[in-house]
């Protein structure tokens, strides 16, 4: 979630009457959490795919219902609550053919599918422009996790695969249209569900990668009030994100910085049960360790100490896609100085 959008939600939130059943507050975690009694918890969230169409980083209808069904998942999963259903609401545009719109109900049934994840139900509607949007919904017998709880020692873990959301926005912000346009057609973000219990049982405090890595990272350690160690040396990137960067001779590392994710986990867990994820989950990368606040951050790739705050690019000002692209000129530049 952006600066911004931070900054709408609060402002509406603070005329509204607060459930009694509700856990987190605001920000705190990626769903709203309802405790119904001593051992049943509600997650649910809602998410909308509008203004990547709006600027162009999504072309193809069908990665348009791709996303909308997994943003809901991925909040979900961060949570630490196996999704029992979905429903959409859709705002077709007055120029949307009926091939159109069979072409994105398709897709998002064959994302939940995929997932074995149902489709409830939902409305539909027309407007301007298209507007996908999901609400996702689980039950959980233990408490969901929140973004709140790592403490220094904690272990940094980052679920499944990482490099084709950051690759896609960086190239449509450096507007190379032909490599857009390959990576969209091998982005189809996996969050890593089987997870959802080693999460709620075990992640002192976990959030969603849809708004990038660095974001999330920066997001956990301020609402914890703590530092990190990071070292990305051996960090695994898909080749797609690789090759992109090499064509462009960026850092790879730039990738880490964009706001633009792939929808996995960043978590915090102790030391002692790694064992325990180790065995259920499909992919993971411990990244670092959770260090006191008062201690500086470390960035390391290779035998380069990294000179780039983590929170580099989330307070930076960007309010239009013109301070994006200089933000991105600068990242590359202040990598390729080490």
Request: charged letters at 20%; one cysteine or more; proline letters at 4%.
């Amino acid at each position: 979630m952006k600066i911004s959008e931070i900054e709408e939600m609060h402002k509406w939130l603070r005329w509204t009457k607060r459930s009694p059943f509700q856990t987190n507050l605001f920000y705190e975690a990626d769903c709203e959490i309802l405790k119904l009694s001593s051992s049943q918890y509600l997650a649910l969230t809602s998410d909308s795919v509008s203004e990547e169409l709006l600027f162009g980083l999504y072309k193809d209808p069908k990665t348009v219902a791709r996303i909308a069904a997994v943003a809901s998942l991925s909040d979900l999963c961060a949570v630490g609550v196996q999704p029992m259903g979905v429903s959409s609401s859709i705002l077709w545009p007055l120029s949307a053919t009926d091939e159109f719109k069979r072409t994105i109900q398709e897709e998002l049934v064959t994302t939940l599918d995929y997932f074995s994840v149902p489709l409830l139900g939902g409305d539909s509607g027309s407007a301007r422009d298209l507007s996908v949007t999901t609400t996702g919904l689980g039950l959980s017998e233990v408490a969901p996790s929140t973004r709140k709880g790592a403490s220094p020692g904690d272990i940094i873990v980052l679920l499944g695969e990482f490099g084709i959301g950051p690759a896609l926005a960086f190239s449509f912000l450096n507007e190379d249209e032909p490599w857009r346009e390959k990576l969209e057609q091998v982005f189809f973000p996996k969050p890593s569900l089987e997870c959802c219990h080693i999460i709620s049982r075990y992640a002192t405090s976990a959030m969603d990668t849809s708004d990038g890595f660095m974001t999330t990272l920066s997001t956990l350690l301020h609402l914890n009030n703590v530092s990190a160690e990071i070292d990305v040396t051996d960090f695994k990137v898909r080749s797609e994100a690789l090759q992109y960067c090499s064509d462009k001779t960026w850092p790879w590392e730039s990738l880490l910085f964009a706001e633009h994710g792939d929808f996995n986990v960043l978590m915090t867990l102790n030391e002692e049960d790694l064992p325990q994820l180790a065995q259920d989950a499909s992919s993971f990368q411990v990244l670092g360790v959770v260090k006191e606040g008062s201690e500086p951050q470390k960035f390391v790739s290779g035998s380069a100490l990294l000179d780039m705050p983590f929170d580099y690019v989330a307070r930076s000002n960007k309010r239009s896609i013109d301070e994006h692209q200089k933000l991105l000129g600068a990242v590359v530049h202040q990598l390729m100085l080490r």
